[in-house]
Nanobody
Framework: QVTLVESGGGLVQPGGSLRLSCAAS????????MHWYRQAPGKERELVAF????????NYADSVKGRFFISRDNAKNTVYLQMNSLKPDDTGVYYC???????WGQGTQVTVSS
């Protein structure tokens, strides 16, 4: 059974940092492109970042370049999203997505507010 479990969300002040985790089971994350998406209230879900299978190349949305960093720990079968210099516009539910399995996690809420 394939599962993706996100964690690490919460309330943070502007300028703060959070690290999201996506723990996978039922498959190995290094075998799939792994994505982070987010969805703000009233808006469509948007791609934030992804890490490629194999060589682990990464790609980011322009809005988060230089602030967010995606990584993968093969030993823990977990993908991370380090989020720095957070802004109120970063608020939303963050989802992990395994492209090879077409499988979504349940999401974790991130709220950036003073």
């Amino acid at each position: 059974q394939v599962t993706l479990v996100e964690s690490g969300g919460g309330l943070v002040q502007p300028g703060g940092s959070l690290r999201l985790s996506c723990a996978a089971s039922g498959f190995t994350t290094r075998s799939s492109y792994m994505h982070w998406y987010r969805q703000a209230p009233g808006k469509e879900r948007e791609l934030v970042a992804f890490i490629a299978s194999g060589d682990g190349n990464t790609n980011y949305a322009d809005s988060v370049k230089g602030r967010f960093f995606i990584s993968r720990d093969n030993a823990k079968n977990t993908v991370y999203l380090q989020m720095n210099s957070l802004k109120p516009d970063d608020t939303g539910v963050y989802y992990c997505y395994a492209a090879a399995l077409v499988h979504w996690g349940q999401g974790t809420q991130v709220t950036v507010s003073s």
